[in-house]
């Protein structure tokens, strides 16, 4: 039988997210139910603080210009800011170097970065590559892509009927020698945290190099590549509390070095001639183009917020708000919870259905209740198919959510079952 956590060993959380409120000018809007707004969908997109906004309209207004190019000041400045950017994911992350970082959209083209150009030269036919049906889209059908395209096998690691990896399935996977391992760090779609480190030594020690989609971890808990030593790492800037448009993809310098380009143009050579051309270094080999330059900066912004808050602070508050909302849902007829039952392994986000009512139509009604959710298959079909359901409903916790805003999530489920039942 599942065990619920003990509410008498639970301690406050590390900061009060009513306070942080205030840090996000989205909760000054009145909503359409005229309820104050609960929101609980940060695992698709988190809002932006003042302080991101405030500080990308000043690089508009005063520090703007394109990078890397202009020998004059306002460049300069630009691309200083631009840079330091990228010192800052580096340091957020652990990477050794700020060189290893190459600014992408988001963590999809990340994946698909290391899908063409790494997975193009090093994975041939017969070859195998290892990926989880716990993956966001995002990570499985760029490998499908790779796969199909080369005469390579995709396997799936199983997952459990409570949402964890079933590492026996992934020890046996990784018998067959696959090039790769792409696995998230933490699922969009269940809240599982994986044991990523137990996975990257298993991974490593049967020859295979691991990419971690790090797009609902980066943004939650402390990540440390080198700690870690996977091999590639993926994330999102808009789900860290930074602009869309924006993300980063993190490399083993050796790796990102002998990979050829991705995308191919402006700012990543070094020499063009009427007969070809010569790759700049990393990381601008990888970035075609002019870069999202206010963006990046925003997301140094962002970096900035959370790196000032501790990341172990934040990882604290979510706990501390998952190990309220996952019981008082569990206590309600009816709800049916998926994912680990432990706050150890389950992230702020907590995916369940109603018995009897659609997703979407629970979604709908807690709308109306000012409480604004996610309901869908998260892109993450193979989970649904796991547990044979259609959908989920998802609510996801961040920073500047409080207790009044899970009471109000337990007081929309019982809102949506009284309408139903009538
Ligand atoms: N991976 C995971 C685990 C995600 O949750 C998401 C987005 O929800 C992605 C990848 C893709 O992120 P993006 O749409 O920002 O590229």
Redesign the pocket.
């Known amino acids: 039988m599942a065990v619920e956590p003990a509410l008498s060993a639970l301690t406050p959380g590390a900061f009060s997210g009513t306070v942080l409120r205030s840090d996000f000018a989205v909760f000054d809007r009145p909503t359409r139910s005229g309820k104050r707004l609960v929101f609980l969908d940060a ?3 988190a809002p932006k603080p003042r302080t991101v906004v405030d500080t990308m309209a000043d690089a508009y207004s005063h520090h703007y210009a394109n990078v890397h190019r202009g020998i004059y000041e306002l460049s300069e400045d630009a691309t200083g800011l631009f840079e330091a950017a990228r010192g800052k994911v580096a340091a957020f992350i652990g990477a050794p170097s700020k060189r290893e970082i190459v600014f992408v ?7 698909n970065l290391v899908a063409y150009s790494w997975g193009r030269a090093n994975v041939h036919s017969g070859d195998r590559v290892v990926t989880t049906q716990l ?5 499985i059908v760029p490998w499908q892509q790779l796969t199909a395209e080369v005469g390579a096998t995709l396997d799936y690691v199983a997952i459990t009927d409570d949402g964890r990896l079933e590492l026996d399935d992934l020890r046996e996977k990784l018998g067959n020698g696959p090039k790769l391992l792409a696995v ?6 269940l809240g599982t945290i994986n044991p990523l480190a137990e996975i990257v030594k298993m991974a490593h020690e049967a020859g295979a190099l691991v990419l971690v ?5 980066a943004p939650h808990m402390p990540i440390d590549v080198a700690a870690l030593d996977c091999d590639f790492l ?1 994330l ?4 860290m509390l930074g602009p ?1 448009g924006i ?1 980063a993809l993190w490399g083993r310098r050796e790796l990102l070095d002998a990979m050829p380009p991705f995308m191919t143009g402006g700012s990543m050579i070094t020499k063009v001639t009427m007969e070809g051309a010569e790759w700049n270094e990393v990381p601008h080999k990888f970035e075609a183009g002019t870069p999202a330059i206010v963006e990046a900066i925003g997301l140094g912004a962002a970096i900035d917020y959370l790196t000032n808050l501790g990341m172990d602070a934040v990882r604290e508050h979510e706990r501390y708000l998952f190990e309220r909302a996952w019981p008082a849902l569990g206590e309600i007829p009816g709800v049916r919870r998926f994912g680990p039952n432990d706050a150890e392994t389950h992230a702020g986000v907590i995916s369940f259905v109603l018995d009897g009512i659609h997703p979407h139509d629970v979604a709908t009604v807690f709308d109306s209740e000012g409480v604004a959710v996610r309901a869908g298959h ?3 079909q193979p989970v649904m198919l796991r547990y044979d359901i259609p959908a989920t409903t998802r609510a996801s916790f961040y920073v500047y959510n409080d207790l009044d805003d899970i009471d109000a999530l337990t007081s929309a489920v019982r809102a949506t079952q009284t309408l139903f039942a009538g």
């Open positions: 695992a698709a997109s959209r988001n963590a999809t083209e990340a994946i993956e966001h889209h995002a990570n998230a760090a933490v699922s969009n779609a989609d790090a797009a609902q971890a993926a999102s800037g808009h789900k869309s993300g998260h892109c993450a």
